[in-house]
């Protein structure tokens, strides 16, 4: 069993949305102490000024969550695997990496075509 789970931009979308999918699936991971982690640049990409995001904001707060940074190696990887892929999406790459680095664990994504453009192997959980 995994014992980790990366969000990308559209597992934080349906956050915000209150989406009860994406609810659930949180839920259940939070029940079985799955890490819920999250690239930094997946919540750069989806989050804005002002107040619209109070959902994802008291979401983004919670202390259970483990944020993953961009590093020098880490751009280097992800540069190959655009290269390697013929994709171009940074953040993508960024998410599968970060699943990559965690023993190949699951992503919750909206996208995923890309992401097994960019990796095939990695176990995507569609939302």
Not at 80 to 104: E, K, M, P
Request: hydrophobic share 45%.
């Amino acid at each position: 069993m995994n014992r980790a789970l990366v969000l990308d931009a559209g597992a934080l979308i349906g956050v915000d949305r209150r989406s009860t999918q994406v609810q659930e699936l949180l839920r259940r991971a939070r029940s079985r102490e799955v890490s819920i982690v999250i690239p930094t640049v997946v919540v750069a990409q989806v989050v804005r000024g002002g107040g619209r995001q109070a959902n994802l904001r008291r979401f983004l707060a919670d202390s259970y969550l483990s944020f993953v940074g961009l590093d020098y190696p880490t751009a280097l990887e992800i540069g190959a695997l655009l290269g390697d892929s013929g994709t171009a999406d940074v953040i993508d790459a960024c998410v599968a990496v970060c699943a990559r680095r965690l023993n190949h664990c699951p992503v919750i994504t909206s996208d995923p075509e890309d992401l097994g453009k960019l990796d095939p192997t990695l176990p995507l959980i569609a939302i």
